[in-house]
């Protein structure tokens, strides 16, 4: 018989065991710290993992993610005892002030990130393949939802799950900025003051960390979000069965889960005031915390190296029969050009991080100048890949628009060659670029002009795509629902943000910008012209083809219309708090600078974006039941994906496609761009 | 495959290739021992990196049909081929991103380490490849005790060289004062050697798999599976090519 989950239940264990992981943790900082307090790391802690476990029992039984989280409580605790004991054998400190020390927390929290994919099952076909067993090439899935609970293999199940973490993770993240925003509204410290303490640190630290796990915490959401997009549409709109390698697929998505967790658990244990970039010296001195971000991050790098790879080998080896390059949609190029910066470029955020890491565990001096290491080194190491990052960030985002503004203005998209390279070429300059974060640093001078000319040189393929879309939309017949409405949106903030970069990158400019709210603006703009918005018109757009109901029309043009006047207010708000002097990163600010006004506004407008995607976040869940049924081409489009009926069966087209035309030829009569052939013996 | 050769002369290639090897090693620490010039280390590196890549790691595979049935075994062995270079490209950042710190850190200068057992872990990790790559010849022929032996004597020369490093290496160098927080020249040493050392670790992981499997003819019709294992202990090769000249050779040492 099979039991019945319910969300109702999944709550209830949800308070139940937060409760009771409270008083366990409680206790055991009453026993070791011979003290209770009532806020402190470890009874939070065990409270945030026992809840987060229960909630997923209650809805879903012990299996799946449930086991994984399970698995991952269970080994984090096994591996911290195990260092506990080392430490005792060896005579050293056996607890520190978060209950282990922070060696036994590192080595813990490893062993409990790869225990949760052991739990989970993602590693059950290649545990078997090493052992010589068999398996077959899929499995079924499991009908209705509670197959995006559990490992999937289907690539349009991981782009859900992905899209959703991604949408859970922006809410997360939203609300801390909406907390730290909300201190901001006035000069002086208001709630986050010294007398406030909570997880074991007072109100100034609090919002330290809770700034700097902003940044983090939508910096995975992104690159979940993005993942989420390729990971349904490039199968699709290439004509496979699936990615690659379906197993690695499903791993990068279910390595995020544990990465996302320990990011929650630096919020607990501690936290770190170093904002996302994690500089040292400051990352050295931090609370344990720091290093259950560098570890969360370095996870969740993983997730973002593998589902490159596999995009990559996606498109290379995997395409329709005639789709040759020139063929390609470009939001597989847009990929492409994503992928190839996430596979490399990663590995040295992961590295710097992992540097630091060592130079607390170990004492290595790497960046120690103390003993003969070089702080700038890590700046180095660390923006080669955080700035090419947000290139990987809005490129997907950038293909979206590509992809999506023909459809709407019935036109073929103008210079399609051109656009295709410019994903490319963005891509290729993006490495050039790092130092331009590092001009006030003390980097060897000789380095500022040439880093300062390859920056605005990423000017050049951006232009091209903004001169493409203009033209593309000149002349068209535009209608406007709700996904055009954000690709619209998306190309007007974009342009914001394009237009306040060149001003950062110019040295002489930047020396007195850098490090104040006036950067804090323009990446708000480009991240969210270049991936909010096209997310979600995204969403919007493919959510028939995933359900096979559209999401409401109105309560999206709501959405519409409340997010974008409100974000542009926030962020030219930004820009000018900015230019009259505010920092970033920052607490508070002295009223006689005479921006308390501006802030207030901000705060109104930020809680204005949150309401937006609040009414986003029901209409979404809403009408996966109760939207409107939606099952043919629904915006008229020539894609494949959109030629046969909605929701898509698992393994995609029944028919094999064939392309035979050009793929925006939108308007020209009796242009065809695939055609259904029935597969002849297998080949493609 | 259109690359298909025959054994005798797969094998023989493997020899020639390994003896330009040992010439170049004993080159470059005859070089570095007399006249020291850093731009001829790093051009014996290049050319020795090139030969495994090419020859031991057969990287012109990569350049197969991309037409063909999708579903057949070759042309999801040439998706599987694509995705580990892929990986390997990726993993080179790491190594490149070490070699950048140890640059960055160390200049022209380099820790004092014993030159012979430098010397003679890279010896038995040059050997291992070569056996590797006997091993794998065989099986893709057909033979599979000559894959078992070959691949278990692989097997046993990186345990070698595991052991030689982390168990004698790194307690000599810490026996001379050198440890992993006595300076930038410790970090550098013991983290390039300890990622390194990782890597050779798991690729001991992929021998002892596919020796385990072979030995119940997994492998006798598809042999896939021993070139990935292959491919990626070469690649750990190439790293300690480039790493043994970065870390014992270039420069002068810190006394």
């Known amino acids: ?684 | 495959m259109t690359h298909k050769q025959d054994k005798a002369s797969m094998l023989n290639q493997g020899v020639f290739i390994f003896v330009y090897l040992a010439i170049l090693t004993v080159l470059e620490f005859l070089v570095a021992a007399s006249f020291n010039s850093t731009a001829v280390l790093i051009a014996v590196a290049f050319v020795k990196g090139a030969l495994v890549v090419y020859y031991y790691m057969h990287v012109y595979k990569l350049n197969a049909d991309h037409e063909g049935d999708h579903d057949s075994y070759e042309y999801k062995s040439g998706t599987n081929r694509l995705g580990l270079w892929l990986f390997l490209i990726s993993d080179a950042f790491v190594f490149g991103g070490l070699l950048v710190m140890r640059m960055n850190l160390l200049g022209l200068t380099r820790p004092n380490l014993n030159q012979l057992l430098g010397l003679g872990v890279t010896s038995v990790l040059l050997i291992s490849s070569f056996f590797m790559n006997r091993g794998e010849t065989m099986i893709a022929n057909g033979d599979r005790k000559g894959f078992l032996n070959n691949t278990l004597i692989t097997f046993l020369l990186g345990l070698g060289f595991l052991i030689g490093v982390v168990f004698v290496e790194w307690r000599l160098a810490a026996h001379e004062g050198l440890t992993p927080s006595s300076g930038p020249a410790g970090a550098a040493f013991y983290m390039m050697t300890g990622m390194h050392a990782f890597h050779v670790l798991t690729g001991l992981v992929f021998l002892a798999i596919v020796w385990v499997n072979g030995r119940r003819g997994l492998y006798d019709d598809q042999h896939y599976p021993v070139e990935a294992a292959a491919v990626y202990w070469h690649f750990v090769d190439v790293v300690w090519i480039v790493f043994y000249p970065a870390l014992y050779l270039v420069g002068t040492a810190i006394v």
Do not use: C
């Not at chain 1, 994690?278 to 969740?300: E, N, R």
């Not at chain 1, 985002?397 to 060659?417: A, C, H, M, N, T």
């Open chain 1, 1 to 684: 018989m099979k039991r019945k989950y319910t969300v109702g239940s999944g709550l209830l264990f949800l308070l139940i065991a937060g409760g009771v992981g409270y008083l366990i943790g409680l206790g055991l900082d009453a026993l070791i710290m011979k003290n209770v307090r009532w806020t402190a790391p470890v009874p939070s802690a065990f409270s945030l993992l026992f809840a987060f476990t229960a909630f997923f029992f209650g809805v879903y039984g012990y299996r799946g993610i449930t086991r994984g989280l399970v698995y991952q409580v269970v080994w984090t605790l096994i591996g911290g005892f195990i260092v506990t004991g080392i430490r005792v054998m060896m005579g050293l400190s056996v607890f520190g002030g978060f209950f282990f020390t922070e060696p036994a927390w590192v080595f813990g929290a490893l062993v409990g990130a790869v225990a949760f994919l052991f739990g989970v099952g993602v590693m059950d076909d290649w545990v078997k393949w090493a052992r010589g067993i068999d398996t077959p090439e899929f499995h079924e899935d499991e009908p209705g939802w509670e197959k995006f609970l559990g490992v999937s293999l289907d690539h349009k199940v991981i782009g859900i799950q992905y899209t959703v973490t991604a949408l859970f993770l922006i809410s997360v993240g939203g609300t801390f900025a909406l907390i730290f925003r909300t201190e901001l509204a006035a000069s002086g410290l208001q709630f986050l003051n010294v007398g406030m303490n909570l997880f074991g640190q007072n109100g100034p630290q609090l919002y330290n960390t809770l700034m700097s796990l902003h940044g983090m915490i939508m910096i995975v959401s992104i690159l979940l979000g993005i993942a989420g997009i390729i990971n349904y549409a490039v199968p699709l709109l290439v004509g496979a069965h699936d990615m690659a390698f379906p197993r690695m697929n499903a791993f990068a998505y279910w390595v995020s889960v544990p990465a996302a967790v320990l990011l929650l658990m630096s919020l607990v244990l501690g936290g770190f005031d170093t904002g996302w970039t994690g500089y040292p010296p400051l990352s050295v001195k931090a609370p344990v915390g720091q290093q259950m971000f560098f570890l969360g991050v370095f996870i969740a790098g993983w997730s973002s190296i593998l589902g490159a790879l596999n995009v990559i080998a996606t498109v290379v080896r995997m395409r329709a029969r005639g789709m040759t390059a020139m063929r390609m949609p470009i939001l597989v190029w847009a990929s492409v050009a994503t992928s190839i910066i996430a596979l490399t470029a990663t590995q040295l955020i992961g590295l710097s991080f992992q540097l630091v890491m060592f130079q607390r565990l170990f004492g290595m001096g790497f960046f120690d100048p103390a003993k003969g290491g070089n702080p700038v080194l890590f700046q180095h190491l660390f923006w080669f890949y955080s700035h090419p990052a947000v290139y990987v960030f809005v490129l997907p985002g950038l293909g979206v628009i590509s992809e999506l503004l023909p459809v709407f203005v019935r036109k073929p998209l103008f210079g399609y060659r051109w656009v295709a390279m410019s994903s490319l070429g963005i891509a290729l300059v993006g490495f050039l670029v790092w130092a331009h974060h590092m001009f006030t640093s003390g980097m060897n001078e000789y380095l500022r002009v040439p880093f300062m000319y390859s920056t605005l040189l990423v000017a050049v393929p951006t232009g091209v795509k903004f001169f493409s879309w203009v033209a593309t939309i000149w002349g068209g017949k535009i209608e406007t629902p709700t996904p055009m409405l954000f690709v619209l949106g998306a190309i007007v903030v974009f342009l914001m943000g394009g237009l306040s970069g060149p001003p950062n990158a110019t040295v002489s400019v930047d020396l007195h910008l850098h490090d104040t709210y006036f950067i804090v603006g323009h990446f708000h703009d480009t991240i969210f012209g270049g991936f909010v918005f096209p997310f979600f018109a995204a969403i919007y757009y493919w959510f028939p083809k995933a359900t096979g109901r559209r999401m409401n029309e109105f309560w999206g043009k709501v959405h519409f219309w409340l997010m974008t006047p409100s974000f542009l207010i926030l962020t030219f708000g930004m820009m000018r708090v900015g230019l009259l002097g505010m920092r970033r990163r920052i607490a508070d600010y002295d009223p006689a600078q005479g921006f308390d006004t501006t802030h207030l506004i901000l705060t109104i407008a930020a809680f204005a974006i949150a309401l937006s995607v609040l009414i986003f976040l029901i209409n979404f869940f809403h009408s996966i039941k109760h939207g409107e049924k939606a099952q043919g081409n629904v915006w008229n489009s020539r894609s494949p994906e959109w030629q046969v009926s909605s929701p898509m069966p698992a393994h995609n087209y029944e028919t094999p496609f064939e392309v035979v035309g050009e793929p925006y030829d939108y308007g020209l009569p009796g242009s065809k761009y695939i055609d259904f052939v029935p597969a002849q013996g297998g080949k493609h």
